[in-house]
């Protein structure tokens, strides 16, 4: 599944926050906030799980 969002997001105390204004899913409420553990980055993507949740996401850069 690939989900094309835009919004703001910053790193604080381990945590992933951010805000998302426009979503390529149908969100009923927009904007909301997302906050998710980091738990690794790195240069090439970054593996977050969303407070709450056991899922893991792995988030990779966009090269184009």
Do not use: C, N
């Not at 738990?39 to 966009?62: F, N, P």
């Amino acid at each position: 599944l690939v989900v094309e969002t835009a919004g703001t997001i910053q790193a604080q105390d381990g945590y992933l926050i951010g805000t998302v204004t426009k979503s390529s899913q149908k969100q009923p409420h927009l904007p909301f906030v997302l906050r998710a553990k980091i738990y690794q980055a790195d240069e090439s993507k970054m593996i977050i799980g969303i407070d709450g949740t056991t899922t893991r996401i792995t988030i990779k850069k966009d090269t184009r």
